[in-house]
């Protein structure tokens, strides 16, 4: 089980030194962590807030793992190696957009409604 925590905490260094997409959502995840406690006025809410972000950094430690091990193939173009990096980077992006949504629904329903009465 150390050993564990030992390799993750390798990949949780390698991501932030090599990977500027890392840096940028985690330090974003990190702001959004104490407005989704304000925004959300239930733990239901708060969760649904929290859970898409931290979803964000799970999907983009595993696309920068994807295109490591793309990149350590080779260097030379093949179909297959765009279509993997293509794939991992279009799981972040739904992850992007759920963070999106939730946060945009949630919103709404706080101050939205509000605007309209």
């Known amino acids: 089980m150390l050993f564990a925590f030992y390799y993750s905490f390798k990949g949780f260094r390698a991501a932030w030194q090599y990977e500027a997409a890392f840096r940028q959502e985690l330090t974003a995840m990190l702001a959004m962590l104490p407005l989704a406690f304000w925004l959300g006025e239930t733990a239901e809410q708060q969760i649904l807030l929290i ?67």
Not at 73 to 79: A, D, F, R, S
Not at 86 to 98: E, F, I, K, Q, R
């Open 51 to 117: 859970a898409p972000c931290i979803l964000v950094v799970i999907v983009e430690l595993i696309n920068s793992a994807i295109e490591a091990v793309v990149d350590r193939i080779g260097v030379e173009k093949h179909e297959l190696s765009g279509q993997a990096k293509d794939m991992g980077s279009a799981a972040v992006l739904c992850s992007l957009l759920l963070v999106m949504i939730s946060w945009g629904m949630i919103g709404w329903q706080r101050f939205g409604m509000a605007l309209t009465s």
